[in-house]
């Protein structure tokens, strides 16, 4: 089985074209209502993105919305659009969980692609989706399973940290706790691949 506990944007996910035995999940909330949107209503889903115009006004209107006021397809819908329009497509989030990335002001940003929606909607098909945190996401890995993990990195310098993809952060304690995690996965046999930066800290966590 393949497990991907930090989701995101699912490039390593997406490129292996893992079986049908997949559990990808991530604590971001609106990301996960997404990609089971896609999964299971793209059709709903692009024709509710054909609605959003590309203007400082109408993206501060979306952004400022209320997500127990819309459907999950609405939900997806906005995370989208504001993914593409916001500054550099980045996900942050202020300390109440609330969006708060600034608008980006593309001359023609492309808000919404058919064809690479209805492709990943097929890739997701049989696709076990979650909102969990990572040890729980990977209770059940076993020997054999591959596990790739993606988490926040670990900042190079003082003044580059970034922790706010998630209204909780990630941070040096939660590191620690990912590390030995690690190394229980490797105890049962798991196949395992992680991404992060290349500090001292990186290096001490995962000595041996």
Not at 22 to 40: G, M
Not at 91 to 108: D, E, H, T
Request: proline share 5%.
């Amino acid at each position: 089985q393949y497990f991907e506990p930090f989701i995101g944007g699912g490039a390593v996910f997406f490129h292996l074209n893992p079986p049908p035995y997949a559990h990808i999940s991530d604590v971001n909330e609106e990301l996960v209502q997404t990609y089971r949107v896609v999964r299971d209503k793209v059709e709903q889903l692009i024709g509710d993105l054909d609605k959003h115009i590309n203007t400082e006004e109408y993206f501060y209107q979306i952004r400022s919305q209320k997500l127990s006021d819309l459907s999950d397809v609405e939900v997806a819908s906005r995370f989208i659009f504001l993914n593409h329009t916001c500054f550099n497509g980045l996900y942050r989030v202020n300390r109440k969980g609330q969006f708060n990335a600034p608008f980006g002001f593309y001359k023609n940003p492309v808000i919404q692609n058919k064809l690479r929606l209805r492709e990943a909607s097929k890739f997701l098909q049989g696709v076990d989706i979650q909102c969990c945190d990572f040890e729980d996401a990977l209770a059940k890995a076993k020997y054999n399973d591959f596990v790739y993990l993606d988490p926040p990195y670990i900042p190079l310098t003082p003044t580059s940290n970034f922790t706010s993809y998630s209204s909780g952060g990630f941070n040096i304690g939660d590191q620690e706790r990912l590390a030995r995690l690690v190394s229980k996965l490797d105890l049962r046999g798991c196949k395992i691949m992680l991404s992060n930066s290349d500090t001292p800290l990186t290096r001490k966590l995962y000595e041996g």
